[in-house]
Structure formats: structure tokens, C-alpha cells
């Protein structure tokens, strides 16, 4: 039995960050529920509810943008690799390494957002190298639900609009929720709890009444620094936690 009322505050705070950036749930959910002591795999049937519910929403809201040939190759590719990494992290039991991914995803995530130099070669990179650079995110993604961090850079480089962007991170993120979801169901079903899925309506209520309204009022500048310390915080939280 999980504190809901603590799982239900959390969520309700990170579903103001993915209502605004198209992720947070995952992002900030995954190392905060391990810091609270909860394995991975419980850690993922308690906010894939709460996450996929809200980019559901986003992706419906975004129906009439086309999503691109290449994109469509680009996700299947993605989605196998996701599949084949958190099965192996299931049957491998990884999760200390897990842990030590997290952290440095986070880390790596934040350094290459204070730096534009950094950013401008990554996003060449991710134009040029896009199926290699889905591939390496799915790995990530499936080990750690951390995936994000990369997404976050690889729609910044193939869209210039908010509005764009937050669509193509939410695509991905229904994406890897459903696949995740249904490994689990066959791998784990033990991981699945009544509690992800009581709390993912309080998510879709803050989407609406709090997140949603941030987004359209907000300026990016502002929340894209705030997020980049928060990632960088956090990741030096979990790998000081997994080396004490």
C-alpha cells in the first residue's frame, strides 16, 4: 500500500511541468519516487497513467499537425528499442545501474542546455544522425525512463514552435507510455496498482485547470532555465544517493 496522498501531490505538481514542456511526470517522477524508495518497475505502473493521460490530450490537441514520413520511421525504431531495453532491465534486475543512467542523463542533459555551442553541434548531430539518435533515446528510455532528456533536444531540433515542440515530445511520450504499459502487463504485472491509475484524473484536472493556461501565457526563456537547473539538481541527487 502507497501513501496516495503523497504520490497524488507529486504527480499533481509534475503535471503542471509536462502540461508546459510536453514531459515531467517521467522526467522528475522516476528519480523522486526511487529517492522515496520505490523500485523501478513500481516506479513506472504508478505515473505511466498520469503521463500517458496528459499526453493523450496534447497529441488530440495537436490532430491537425502533420507528423512527417521520416518521424513515423523514426518512432517505429524508437519503439523497438524500448521494448528490447526494458525487457532486458527486467530480466537483468539493473537496478543500481539504472540508478548511475539516470543521474548522468540528467547531468549530460543539463550541461549541453547551459551550453550553446554544445547545443547547436547536438542538434546537427540529431539532423543528421536522426534514426541513430531515436535508437540511443530508446535505450535510455527503456533503462531508465529518462528519455526526455534527449527528447527535449531532438524536438528543439526538428521544430521551432512551442506549440511544435510540446506536440512532438508528447507523440513520443504516448508513445513510450503505451509501449512501457503493455511490457509491463506481460513482464510485470505485478508493477500495475490500483494507485497510477486513481491518480491519473487529478493530473488530467491540473492540465486543464493550471498547466494548459501556464503554457499559452508563458514565455519560453524563463522556464527552459528553470528546467535546466532542476535537471542538473536532481541529477547529482540521485548519483550522490546511489553512492552513499
Given at each position: ?37 520505490f523500485d523501478f ?16 490530450i496534447q497529441v ?185
Amino acid at each position: 500500500m502507497h501513501d496516495v496522498y503523497v504520490l497524488s501531490v507529486i504527480i499533481a505538481l509534475l503535471a503542471v511541468v509536462q502540461s508546459i514542456f510536453g514531459m515531467g511526470i517521467l522526467v522528475f517522477g522516476t528519480p523522486t519516487l526511487l529517492l522515496l524508495g520505490f523500485d523501478f518497475t513500481t516506479v513506472l505502473g504508478l505515473l505511466l497513467p498520469s503521463s500517458m493521460a496528459i499526453s493523450s490530450i496534447q497529441v488530440w490537441s495537436g490532430r491537425n499537425l502533420p507528423l512527417p514520413a521520416q518521424e513515423r520511421v523514426n518512432m517505429k525504431i524508437c519503439a523497438l528499442v524500448v521494448v528490447a531495453s526494458l525487457a532486458i532491465l527486467m530480466y537483468a534486475n539493473l537496478k543500481a545501474r539504472a540508478d548511475i543512467l539516470i543521474g548522468l542523463t540528467m547531468l549530460s542533459a543539463a550541461v549541453i542546455r547551459y551550453s550553446r555551442r554544445l547545443q547547436t553541434r547536438l542538434q546537427g548531430f540529431v539532423q543528421r544522425q536522426g534514426r541513430a539518435y531515436v535508437a540511443v533515446m530508446g535505450i535510455v528510455h527503456g533503462l531508465t525512463n529518462m528519455g526526455g532528456a534527449l527528447l527535449a533536444v531532438y524536438a528543439v531540433s526538428g521544430y521551432s514552435e512551442k506549440d511544435q515542440v510540446r506536440l512532438a515530445i508528447a507523440r513520443y511520450y504516448l508513445l513510450f507510455g503505451a509501449i512501457q504499459l503493455c511490457t509491463l502487463t506481460v513482464l510485470r504485472r505485478s508493477a500495475l496498482s490500483w494507485e497510477g491509475l486513481a491518480i491519473a484524473p487529478i493530473a488530467v484536472i491540473v492540465y486543464f485547470s493550471v498547466g494548459n493556461l501556464l503554457f499559452k501565457r508563458t514565455g519560453a526563456p524563463l522556464y527552459e532555465r528553470a528546467m535546466t537547473a532542476f535537471i542538473g539538481a536532481y541529477g547529482a541527487v540521485v548519483l550522490a544517493k546511489t553512492f552513499i
